[in-house]
């Protein structure tokens, strides 16, 4: 695995690979990589010749008050994962080499109206980052496909819709989930949670699939159902952002709706944690 820093370097190798007329298929992440990030890799894999990964924490999509200086920093241990993972090329830009006219007065890329609900109202400007980021990445290496997880199915919306608006000639293609054995989502962040958090943490998936499950038994009192789980993670020591039952799309659920999703924020001690279930169920 070739691992590059300058996007001179990177446009050099992409260059050779697309005049073999080879399919290239992209996984931009953090870094920090578990289970989840692989899967991205492995779906690459079935999709094209080649498969680039990035790792770039990305300073433009955190808060004054978020985690960019303690993100967790693996380089050597990620670079060893995706070399099993048969990734051809790793990307590890530097933020000079990224944004190198600096960050002041960057041309920002914003997708409206999905980007201010949920994540977008606790977050602010954080999908800004995201967009703008991913653009500049995917004009970069200029994937056919590029795949990101369902883990972030609000990030996963933003890309599609901006992938769309700007006509980028690419497929978007969304990785289900991975899961520790209590269904605690894969995340980098997860290690910031001491022993006692990470004991309860599975307690997320847990209401999420409480909700599911009435979904699928035929409850439609959205709010009430949601409202129930919010209680119920405060009361055992979560700080619930939001937990709410939506659209596939994120819009307003209906009661004639056969397709929803359930998405949580809380926040255990000073971890947050966001995760979701998709939920599919038979006309009424
Ligand atoms: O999901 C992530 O790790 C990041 O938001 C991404 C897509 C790599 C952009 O920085």
């Known amino acids: 695995m070739l691992t590059i820093h300058t996007v001179a370097e990177l446009r050099l190798q992409l260059g050779a690979w697309r005049r073999a007329g080879e399919r ?17 890799m492995e779906q690459g894999r079935q999709h094209a010749e080649r498969v680039v990964a990035s790792i ?18 693996t380089l050597a241990a990620d670079q060893a994962a995706l070399e099993g993972a048969g990734v051809d090329l790793l990307f590890a830009p530097s933020v000079a080499e990224m944004y190198p006219q600096g960050r002041d007065g960057l041309t920002l890329v914003r997708v409206p109206g999905v980007t201010e609900i949920l994540e977008g ?14 653009n500049i990445l995917f004009n970069l ?31 978007v ?4 989930t991975e899961r520790d054995a209590d269904g605690l989502a894969l995340s980098s962040r997860n290690q910031y949670l001491s022993a006692a958090e990470r004991a309860r943490a599975g307690e997320i998936h847990r209401s999420l699939t409480t909700v599911a499950d009435a979904l699928t038994g035929g409850r439609r ?8 789980q919010r209680n119920r993670l405060n009361t055992i020591g979560f700080d619930v952002q939001y937990l709410d039952v939506r659209r596939p799309d994120l819009g307003v659920p209906q009661a004639s709706d056969t397709a929803f999703v359930v998405l ?4 255990l001690g000073n971890t947050r944690l966001i995760d979701n279930v998709q939920v599919a169920c038979r006309p009424m």
């Open 56 to 73: 770039f924490v990305n300073p433009l999509q955190f808060g004054p008050n978020e985690d960019f200086d303690r993100y967790p920093r």
């Open 24 to 40: 290239i298929a992209f996984a931009p992440t953090m870094g920090n990589l578990h289970r989840g990030h692989l899967r991205l």
């Open 141 to 171: 290496v200029q994937p056919d496909l590029a795949l990101f997880g369902e883990k972030d199915y609000q990030q996963l919306a933003v890309i599609r819709r901006m992938v769309a608006d700007l006509r980028m000639p690419l497929q």
């Open 121 to 134: 109202a606790f977050r602010p400007g954080h999908f800004d980052g995201v967009a703008t980021v991913v």
């Open 264 to 267: 949580v924020a809380a926040k």
């Open 173 to 176: 293609v969304g990785v289900p």
């Open 221 to 228: 009192d959205f709010e009430a159902m949601s409202q129930e």
